[in-house]
């Protein structure tokens, strides 16, 4: 059982490229999540998923984009890389039901240097 | 809107002493809290989780942590800390209605032997 699976673990981009995030879970989960990790500011939510086909903005969204492909996928694109997107982002999803959520189970990260 | 804040940005302990580190959190009804634990280069573990009824709830590795809703306040402890709880802490924040998963800044704890 892999959990949540988040490709690539590490990138480098140039200021201005385009780049996607991909984020799979295979638990049956409904709600996904994109998250920054930067130093000192903890986890910042950038967008989130409550069920297939919903997307909403976090904290930072802005510079980003989200696709929930189908309930196993959600993905995060940068259309234009800047140096201040560079951060460690984790990709977490939850389950809901009848009220009651699990909690959050977290990918291993993608380490993203925009130079 | 739903928040949590943890005041302690940094906190060293002795191998063995007692630890406490602290999570407010602002939400009109009962939320579900979590804390969460973080070692360099690593993914986010599950320390232990609030959803309802008992207060006091127990985690892995031998962590507690207490709800209190008089002070919105879920504070995490241990009574004897080892050098492996080296890491960074954090509290985050539930609130179905709003399905968003919302988590504090951290504390990163030393521990010296």
């Known amino acids: 059982?892999?959990?949540?699976?988040?490709?690539?673990?590490?990138?480098?981009?140039?200021?201005?490229?385009?780049?996607?995030?991909?984020?799979?879970?295979?638990m049956n989960?409904?709600?996904?999540?994109?998250?920054?990790?930067?130093?000192?500011?903890?986890?910042?939510?950038?967008?989130?998923s409550a069920s297939e086909g919903t997307t909403d903005k976090g904290e930072v969204?802005?510079?980003?984009?989200?696709?929930?492909?189908?309930?196993?996928?959600?993905?995060?694109?940068?259309?234009?890389?800047?140096p201040s997107q560079t951060s460690v982002y984790f990709c977490a999803s939850t389950l809901t039901a009848r009220g009651v959520n699990t909690e959050a189970f977290f990918g291993q990260g993608t380490r993203l240097t925009v130079v | 809107a739903q928040s949590v804040t943890q005041p302690d940005i940094h906190i060293t302990v002795s191998e063995g002493a007692s630890l406490e580190l602290r999570?407010?959190?602002?939400?009109?009804?009962?939320?579900?809290?979590?804390?969460?634990?973080?070692?360099?280069?690593q993914g986010l573990q599950l320390l232990l989780k609030y959803f309802s009824g008992d207060t006091l709830v127990q985690g892995i590795k031998g962590f507690e942590a207490e709800f209190k809703r008089s002070q919105s306040s879920f504070n995490l402890r241990k009574p004897s800390v080892h050098w492996s709880d080296a890491a960074e802490y954090f509290c985050a924040i539930y609130t179905g209605t709003a399905s968003k998963l919302t988590f504090g800044t951290g504390t990163r704890l030393q521990v010296t032997l």
């Open chain 1, 1 to 26: 059982n892999a959990g949540v699976t988040q490709t690539p673990k590490f990138q480098v981009l140039k200021t201005g490229q385009s780049m996607t995030l991909q984020c799979a879970q295979d």
């Open chain 1, 61 to 82: 969204p802005n510079g980003y984009n989200v696709s929930r492909l189908n309930k196993r996928e959600f993905s995060l694109r940068l259309e234009s890389a800047a």
């Open chain 1, 29 to 48: 989960h409904n709600s996904m999540y994109w998250y920054r990790q930067d130093p000192g500011m903890g986890l910042r939510l950038i967008y989130y």
């Open chain 2, 23 to 41: 999570c407010n959190y602002s939400y009109g009804a009962t939320p579900y809290l979590f804390w969460y634990v973080q070692s360099p280069g």
